[in-house]
């Protein structure tokens, strides 16, 4: 059984073209639909399929110390198109993949936490992609759409 003993970077690169590392970050979930429906018939059953369009949402949480979360929330505000990318750190071998990339990122939700007397407080923010790509260490790379 592996150590995982690997850290994965969270970087955004914004329409500038300037690469931010998303940093202290506590989560980032992503999250991929691709609904398929099977297509029946009178006269037979499974005789096909029906592809939905794909959705690609995220969530991340982020400390809000620094200066990371307000570059996403005037993100959010100026509603710019980023790309997210995650990908294991230089020192990494334990992920499956090389790099993932969700594409033309829009925030559509941003949900700071209560300030209070001991701890930072963080802000969450979800959104969706308008496309992504998965780079494995072995096999091909996929993009979609």
């Known amino acids: 059984m592996a ?3 690997t850290r994965l970077a969270v970087t955004y690169t914004d329409q500038d073209g300037n690469t931010v590392s998303v940093t202290p970050i506590d989560t980032f ?8 429906e099977v297509l029946h018939s009178i006269e037979a ?3 096909g399929v029906v592809y939905s369009p794909q959705a690609i949402s995220f969530s991340m949480s982020v400390k809000a110390i620094g200066d990371v979360a307000a570059k996403l929330t005037s993100l959010a505000l100026e509603g710019k198109r980023f790309d997210i990318v995650l990908q294991e750190t230089d020192d990494g071998s334990d992920w499956s ?21 001991s ?3 963080s802000a969450t923010f979800s959104g ?10 072995t096999g091909a790379a ?3 759409p």
Do not use: Q, R
């Not at 979930?29 to 398929?36: D, K, N």
């Open 97 to 117: 993949y090389k790099k993932l990339v969700m594409k033309e990122c829009i925030i559509t939700s941003a949900t700071p936490t209560t300030a209070t007397i």
């Open 3 to 5: 150590d995982w003993n």
């Open 128 to 137: 969706f992609s308008l496309g992504a790509s998965s780079e494995p260490k």
């Open 29 to 36: 979930t992503p999250s991929f639909s691709l609904s398929a």
């Open 45 to 47: 059953t499974h005789i």
């Open 142 to 144: 996929v993009e979609i």
């Open 119 to 121: 701890g930072a407080p």
